[in-house]
């Protein structure tokens, strides 16, 4: 059996992006599997170019993974898609739907894994949003 969800929304107040919900499916992703994570929320104000995300993966105390992804070579790549982008390709500020897919490697350990992820927005470096995620897979 796997379980995932969203265990904390760790954001600030003046976080550049709101988050007001996420979903995940399947909400029990299996090894090998495709996942989706949809984020809900709010722009404050303009997600500039050079946006990113920094998201590690650990269990216990060992980090399995750790990667920074650029937000916008996402969009473009195709891994994200973005529902409130403005005219010239960019987040502006109001409603915003972020859907990110994810296909997950196949020899995934048994057990429970921390997700973090901290965002941060182009130009001046402001804080985007701030998560902190749990999967976990048991027979």
């Known amino acids: 059996m796997t379980t995932l969800l969203c265990e904390d929304l760790l954001g600030e107040d003046a976080d550049v992006l ?13 090894p090998g599997a495709e996942v989706r994570m949809v984020i809900g929320g709010v722009a404050r104000q303009p997600v500039t170019d050079g ?9 216990g105390q060992v980090k399995l993974h750790q990667e ?8 473009r790549a195709g891994s994200l898609a973005v529902e409130g982008l403005g005219p010239d ?5 109001g409603p915003v739907t972020l ?3 994810r296909t997950l490697k196949r020899d995934i350990p048994l057990g429970k894994f921390r997700v973090s992820i901290a965002g941060w927005n182009g130009g001046e470096g402001d804080e985007l949003l701030a998560l902190e995620l749990t999967y976990e ?3």
């Open 89 to 93: 390709g960019t987040i502006e500020p």
């Open 68 to 75: 920074r992804l650029d937000l916008y070579e996402c969009i």
């Open 137 to 139: 897979s048991r027979k």
């Open 51 to 59: 946006a990113g995300l920094d998201v590690l993966v650990k269990m």
């Open 18 to 30: 709101v988050i007001e919900k996420i979903e995940f499916s399947p909400e029990a992703p299996e």
């Open 99 to 101: 859907t990110y897919t």
